[in-house]
């Protein structure tokens, strides 16, 4: 059984500083539990030596409990947590909801006082969720452990879906939108300040519960990557769509994160990468989330493609739908042959294109709209998704009665090809319909947008690696504070530098750029000055030995001038470059997911429109070839508007042997920039490198080059 059972399914719960006030944080959940019948035994605790509160047996004391407590809920101040977790444990509690705040997320102190309840729980194998935590729902068995009032005005009911979020308030946000959109519940969980169970722990619990189909999930932060993948995987294994926010996604949004949880939001890039790369789909709002999660439930699958057909009696409905499906990156094929002769005989007057238009004159037709779908999905359709825009027909439940009956037929007949319904319903035909797995949605925007993630994840599960998460390779590292330095291990390790030489006289760059060939660029090399421009540390195009013995005394002379305390090594002689694409390639360390490979064009792209994407070390080439081809600017590697193509294969090959590079020295690595890395028509350069060390940081952001 899994160790967060008792946590959905007591057999009996503790409320540690019950209220007879069922308005006050510690009467809320017992008055929730009573009002919803659960089933369970329930025992108030409060020292006030009360004989009854809210109608039940109370106690001073939670050893004055007769028999076991599986669950309790401490809702007690501050200074009272630690105490009531003792006697959790020396009760036997299994697991403990901690809704108190004031911990981690208020101040150092608080912090430290959370490090010594989370040293109670796994002395006692307890678990607990919280501090700061809302609490959880399991409609199923009608346990409401919570103080949240959005149960003063609604109840969820049972359904398929589970939630975890990090967040209460976004929690009880998204299970009250559920709830009154008629979207059941399975689980809901808020994991607070996250001290002991976290969101990727409930992840994992959810895949194995039985009456979750699909899973909803909300972080700020995460702080074990590892399981949070390890979660994410197996999900996509056991065929549960997850579908996932992460808030805290701007600098003022991961600033407010860190304050409300104590924990620090990641780079936001890295877990988009993370979440693809494990088969999730990342939603934008919670209305997506939901609306996903319900498709996927109504259903109980995912679109076999990203190819869809829409049927429509409205151009201008079809037109949008078109549009959103265009803007999401879905394809809208043609008809086949035989479903457009189909179309001709049934409805002459309408063009047999996709969207498909039957005008107002399908309701001439005997059984009219049911036909036009059947003829869409002949065999040899393309689509993993039909729409049918229906207006408002479904207001009307005698009238519709006929078409309802054929719509469900048509899904039972085609179950592998889901059956959406743009419409405006009554609550009973919906019902009806989704009952069957036809899916209803009143908004074609949305419809669409629905259709997109959920055909997305089904995708992304498709491509998922099947490689473990990296490892925390701890092969030694040599200094690598120079740009030379960096080189060379580069170049060791398989990637393609410049035949480079540091001098450390005027002769011996002659001499260097004599064997080079001219022009040469020469620059300063010292470990104390990382930004070599910033101190005019960099001279191109040097046509001739007189050039360069100069070039060798102003860069020395700059050097001392305005880094008068830098250690110079000498001068970094190089043949210049002209001609390719310069782009960025390089390594960033996440704190919580490890090595990650970056990559992006040089230039404007990425400083001005971040246009850059992550993947986790280690890569194939035919995987860096994926992360290439995510970056929207990669389109001027390919021969855009007639231009050259470039040596992309050169470019993944690159790729792939920095992310090896990094996984084996993960230990001891900080960063990697390779600032630009040239691809050419053939072939691609490092122009310019840093490494960092955890031993020896350095500001491992992009360096200016020459």
């Known amino acids: 059984m899994h160790s967060l059972h008792p946590l959905f399914f007591p057999a009996s719960v503790a409320i540690i500083g019950a209220s007879s006030d069922p308005e006050r944080i510690g009467g809320r959940p017992l008055r929730f539990l009573v009002e919803a019948g659960f089933a369970g035994a329930m025992y108030p605790i409060n020292r006030s030596g009360a004989a009854e509160i809210q109608g039940l047996p109370a106690f001073a004391s939670l050893a004055d409990v007769p028999g076991t407590v599986d669950h309790a809920i401490v809702a007690v101040p501050v200074p009272g947590v630690e105490a009531a977790l003792q006697d959790c444990a020396r009760k036997g509690v299994k697991v403990v909801q901690v809704f108190t705040a004031g911990f981690a997320e208020a101040d150092a102190a608080g912090a430290e006082l959370q490090a010594r309840l989370v040293r109670i729980c796994r002395e006692a194998g307890m678990r607990m969720v919280g501090p700061n935590a809302l609490g959880l729902l399991n409609p199923v068995a009608k346990f409401y452990a ?15 879906i589970g939630m975890a979020t990090q967040s209460g308030a976004f929690g009880s946000a998204a299970y009250g939108m559920a709830t009154l959109r008629g979207i059941g519940l399975s689980r809901v969980i808020a994991t607070g300040n996250e001290a002991d169970v976290d969101v ?33 995987r197996k999900a996509a294994s056991a065929g549960k769509p997850v579908v996932i926010m992460k808030i805290g996604r701007t600098e003022v949004g991961a600033a407010a994160a860190a304050t409300h949880t104590g924990s620090l939001a990641g780079n936001d890039a890295i877990y988009d990468a993370v979440f693809a790369e494990c ?29 869809i057909g829409i049927m429509t009696g409205s151009g201008g409905i079809g037109i949008l739908m078109a549009d959103d499906a265009s803007d999401l990156g879905m394809a809208l094929p043609p008809l086949t042959t035989a479903s457009a002769e189909a179309l001709r005989g049934l409805l002459p007057f309408a063009v047999p294109a996709n969207p498909y238009d039957t005008t107002a004159q399908v309701t001439s037709v005997q059984d009219g709209v049911a036909r036009v779908l059947d003829a869409m999905l002949l065999p040899g359709s393309p689509f993993g998704t039909l729409f049918a825009y229906l207006a408002h027909v479904g207001l009307s439940p005698s009238r519709f009665a006929s078409t309802e009956r054929r719509m469900i037929e048509l899904r039972a007949a085609h179950p592998d090809q889901p059956l959406v319904l743009v419409m405006l319903s009554e609550q009973g035909v919906t019902e009806r319909l989704e009952a069957a797995g036809v899916v209803v949605f009143a908004d074609p925007s949305r419809a669409v947008r629905a259709v997109a ?36 291990l580069l170049g060791a390790a398989g990637i393609p530098v410049l035949p480079e030489q540091t001098c450390t ?27 070599k421009t910033e101190v005019g540390g960099v001279l191109v195009n040097l046509p001739d030995a007189g050039a360069v013995s100069a070039a060798y005394d102003t860069l020395m002379s700059r050097a001392a001038e305005r880094a008068p305390q830098a250690r110079i090594d000498g001068v970094l002689i190089a043949p210049m470059v002209r001609g390719g694409v310069e782009t960025i390639i390089g390594i960033h360390m996440d704190p919580v997911f490890g090595p990650m ?28 070839m994926s ?21 992309t ?11 090896e590079f990094a996984v084996r020295h993960a230990g001891q690595l900080a960063g990697i920039d390779i600032n630009p890395f040239v691809v050419n028509p053939q072939g691609a350069v490092c122009l310019d490198a840093l490494i960092s060390t955890r031993q020896a940081p350095v500001n491992p952001s992009p360096r200016e080059h020459a």
């Open 146 to 160: 919570t103080f949240s009032t959005a149960l003063n005005g609604l109840r969820p009911k049972p359904g398929v």
């Open 200 to 232: 990727a722990e409930c992840i994992d619990y959810l895949v194995d519960d039985a009456d979750t189909r699909v899973i909803c999930a909300a972080l700020e932060a995460c702080k074990d990557g590892a399981r949070l993948r390890a979660a994410l």
């Open 279 to 307: 088969g999730a789909h990342r939603a934008a709002s919670i209305e997506e989330m939901l609306d996903i999660a319900h498709l996927c439930a109504v259903t109980n699958q995912l679109p076999q493609n990203e190819r």
């Open 453 to 488: 993630g959920a055909a997305r994840m089904a995708r992304l599960r498709r491509e998922m690696r099947s490689d473990a998460a990296p490892g925390n390779g701890t092969q030694p590292l040599p200094p690598a504070a120079t740009e030379a330095e960096a080189k060379a």
């Open 505 to 531: 006289s005027a002769e011996s760059a002659v001499r260097a750029a004599d064997g080079m060939g001219y022009p040469v660029v020469a620059k300063i090399v010292s470990a104390d000055i990382p930004h």
């Open 597 to 624: 490979v970056m990559f992006g064009l040089g230039g404007t792209a990425v400083e001005l429109f971040k246009d850059v994407a992550f993947a986790s070390a280690p890569l194939t080439p035919v995987q860096a």
């Open 627 to 647: 992360l290439v081809d995510a970056v929207r600017s990669s389109a001027l590697l390919k021969g855009w508007r007639g231009g050259p193509a470039y040596d």
């Open 649 to 659: 294969q050169a470019l993944a090959v690159a790729l792939s042997r920095l992310s």
